[in-house]
């Protein structure tokens, strides 16, 4: 694990010098021209439409640049990102260079990949965001590296994200803290215990994680899946699930469709245990009455997965300058702050501590953490994401052996 974080801070720092001339150079003239252009646009936001606190958040910024900008924000809700990505593949294909459907996706790991490499992007212009102020790369290089991939000014960081555990303290006094325990607890617990159905961003980071915990060449998961032997560094995992998956909720025979579905499960005792990749998400649900006060969050003793999830413009956008508008103030200390209370979303913020001024330090200070959301210190370490391009090996995988 050492071995890996060294890498990922080499690629950070990396990163970092080659931003500095860029940064260097940022024109509050030029920023004006863009917002300039930007007003009266309207900017198709492509974005994952399943919660209803995320679509709250994006409906109180919409109103935020309009009335600050007199940028139009939309809201497009899909289930999907890979399939925004084919779409905007499917334009470029067909000459469409120009006045595209898609003015902003929310993306991250394979799909961000996937549109670098078919240049598929806009920018880079993330350096020329005044709000990139706040962004500390050498202190949370995730912002900077997205599951292995520089992201090379493509796509702006929005938010933090680590994968997280939850149980019911009143049917519960001692959760799992590793993926040997995690298989002896379903044993003893036997159909209360599954994770939600792949391909979910959720189910699939669990496999991830499990594969992190149970390989002797996790270094090897930092690196493109093709230098690999598949075969033989995923041993491990498929010989747990094998083990593992008769002693599942419905005796792994089916599985819950995303990881908000765990949430009712382990409301009402179906389920002892539940999993999201949203540290706060705990606590946001107990605000919100979804579930009890007696839930809290935990997390593996060696740690777990950790990585940034991102904004990026469509290289045929009909809004660009309205499109970074709309990002520049997503990442700006209010609209981050906003987002990081448990009650509005609790999205952890992108933004370092200090780099940011006095006043908007204290934005974050006053922050209710929550009754059920880990202190940064209680969130241990963060697990790097393995490269992007295990996702949809590990996948096909899953499904021919389990589907």
Same mark, same amino acid.
């Given at each position: 694990?050492?071995?890996?974080?060294?890498? %990922?801070?080499?690629?950070?720092?990396?990163?970092?010098?080659?931003?500095?001339?860029?940064?260097?150079?940022?024109?509050?003239?030029?920023?004006?021209?863009?917002?300039?252009?930007? #007003?009266?646009?309207?900017?198709?936001?492509?974005?994952?439409?399943?919660?209803?606190?995320?679509?709250?958040?994006?409906?109180?910024?919409? @109103?935020?640049?309009?009335?600050?900008?007199?940028?139009?924000? @939309?809201?497009?809700?899909?289930?999907?990102?890979? &399939?925004?990505?084919?779409?905007?593949?499917?334009?470029?294909?067909?000459?469409?260079?120009? @006045?595209?459907?898609?003015?902003?996706?929310?993306?991250?790991?394979?799909?961000?990949?996937?549109?670098?490499?078919?240049?598929? !992007? $806009?920018?880079?212009?993330?350096?020329?965001?005044?709000?990139?102020?706040?962004?500390?790369?050498?202190?949370?290089?995730?912002?900077?590296?997205?599951?292995?991939?520089?992201?090379?000014?493509?796509?702006?960081?929005?938010?933090?994200?680590?994968?997280?555990?939850?149980?019911?303290?009143?049917?519960?006094?001692?959760?799992?803290? &590793?993926?040997?325990?995690?298989?002896?607890?379903?044993? @003893?617990?036997?159909?209360?215990?599954? $994770?939600?159905?792949?391909?979910?961003?959720?189910?699939?980071?669990?496999?991830?994680?499990?594969?992190?915990?149970?390989?002797?060449?996790?270094?090897?998961?930092?690196?493109?899946? +093709?230098?690999?032997?598949?075969?033989?560094?995923?041993?491990?995992?498929?010989?747990?699930?094998?083990? %593992?998956?008769?002693?599942?909720? #419905?005796?792994?025979?089916?599985?819950?469709?995303?990881?908000? *579905?765990?949430?009712? !499960?382990?409301?009402?005792?179906?389920?002892?245990?539940?999993?999201?990749?949203?540290?706060? $998400?705990?606590?946001?649900?107990?605000?919100?009455?979804?579930?009890?006060?007696?839930?809290?969050? $935990?997390?593996?003793?060696?740690?777990?997965?950790?990585?940034?999830?991102?904004? *990026?413009?469509?290289?045929?956008?009909?809004?660009?300058?309205?499109?970074?508008?709309?990002? &520049?103030?997503?990442?700006?200390? +209010?609209?981050? *702050?906003?987002?990081?209370?448990?009650?509005?979303?609790?999205?952890?913020?992108?933004?370092?501590?200090?780099?940011?001024?006095?006043?908007?330090?204290?934005?974050?200070?006053?922050?209710?953490?929550?009754?059920?959301?880990?202190?940064?210190?209680? !969130?241990?370490?963060?697990?790097?994401?393995?490269?992007?391009?295990?996702?949809?090996?590990?996948?096909? +995988?899953?499904?021919? #052996?389990?589907?």
């Amino acid at each position: 694990m050492i071995r890996i974080q060294r890498w %990922i801070n080499k690629v950070a720092l990396a990163a970092m010098v080659a931003l500095a001339p860029a940064l260097s150079l940022a024109d509050s003239t030029q920023w004006q021209q863009v917002t300039d252009k930007a #007003r009266g646009q309207t900017v198709y936001f492509n974005a994952w439409g399943g919660s209803e606190q995320i679509n709250d958040y994006i409906d109180w910024a919409a @109103k935020e640049v309009e009335k600050r900008y007199g940028v139009m924000l @939309k809201h497009v809700k899909v289930t999907d990102t890979a &399939n925004v990505v084919s779409r905007v593949l499917a334009e470029k294909s067909a000459g469409r260079t120009d @006045k595209g459907t898609v003015d902003l996706v929310w993306i991250n790991g394979e799909n961000f990949r996937s549109m670098k490499h078919n240049g598929l !992007l $806009y920018g880079p212009f993330v350096t020329d965001l005044p709000s990139f102020n706040g962004i500390d790369p050498v202190k949370k290089p995730t912002t900077v590296v997205d599951f292995g991939e520089p992201v090379d000014g493509l796509e702006a960081p929005w938010g933090m994200a680590q994968l997280v555990f939850m149980y019911d303290t009143d049917r519960l006094d001692a959760p799992p803290a &590793n993926a040997e325990e995690l298989l002896a607890f379903a044993r @003893k617990h036997q159909g209360r215990v599954t $994770y939600p159905l792949l391909p979910d961003f959720i189910g699939t980071t669990f496999l991830k994680q499990l594969l992190s915990e149970l390989s002797t060449q996790s270094d090897v998961l930092q690196k493109p899946v +093709e230098n690999a032997d598949f075969d033989k560094v995923t041993e491990p995992l498929w010989r747990y699930l094998d083990e %593992i998956h008769p002693l599942l909720w #419905r005796k792994g025979e089916t599985f819950p469709a995303n990881n908000l *579905a765990l949430t009712p !499960l382990l409301d009402d005792g179906e389920i002892l245990l539940s999993m999201t990749f949203n540290p706060s $998400y705990a606590s946001s649900a107990i605000a919100s009455g979804e579930l009890p006060e007696t839930v809290r969050t $935990y997390v593996h003793k060696t740690g777990t997965l950790g990585n940034t999830h991102f904004l *990026a413009i469509p290289f045929n956008s009909s809004a660009s300058e309205g499109a970074q508008v709309v990002i &520049n103030f997503l990442m700006s200390p +209010e609209a981050q *702050a906003h987002k990081a209370n448990p009650d509005v979303w609790g999205d952890p913020t992108v933004l370092t501590m200090s780099s940011l001024n006095s006043m908007d330090q204290k934005r974050f200070a006053e922050l209710p953490l929550g009754p059920a959301t880990l202190s940064a210190e209680g !969130l241990g370490a963060t697990l790097p994401e393995p490269h992007s391009s295990w996702v949809s090996a590990l996948e096909k +995988e899953w499904v021919k #052996r389990y589907r």
